[in-house]
């Protein structure tokens, strides 16, 4: 298995970036797919996640109306399309899979006030980040 996030880079407060993932090793219906982000002395935080097998999509509550995960099973690319972004997203950005799920729900927990949590540690392929910087 091998994943490779690439499109980081400085973008303006309120621009767009869309990050790529390249994967290659694994069927994209049969693994959970995610991005995961984490900034300078914080934790990771699970963005989004996908399942093609079930076509389900999950976005953390501080990203949802913003940022889209979509696939391109042909290209075996996975993307983070961010839009209106802030300075608060700056972060590196990982793409990773769980190939032990055909469904990233699994890989969730609701939180009745915080929304959807996914979980990073499921996740156990994980590519190199790339830094997306925000500046105000």
């Known amino acids: 298995v091998q994943l490779q996030a690439s499109g980081g880079g400085l973008v303006q407060a309120g621009g767009s970036r869309q990050l790529s993932c390249a994967a290659s090793g694994f069927s994209f219906d049969d693994v959970a797919i995610g991005w995961f982000r984490q900034a300078p002395g914080k934790e990771r935080e699970g963005v989004s996640c996908?399942?093609?097998?079930?076509?389900?999509?999950y976005y953390a509550n501080s990203v949802k109306g913003r940022f889209a995960i979509t696939s391109d099973k042909a290209k075996n690319l996975v993307y983070l399309q961010m839009n209106n972004l802030k300075p608060e997203d700056s972060a590196v950005y990982y793409c990773a899979i769980d190939s032990t799920t055909r469904y990233c729900g699994a890989t969730v927990t609701i939180d009745p006030q915080k929304g959807p949590k996914i979980r990073s540690y499921e996740y156990n392929y994980w590519g190199q980040g790339t830094l997306v910087t925000v500046s105000s």
């Open positions: 996908m399942s093609t097998s079930d076509g389900m999509k």
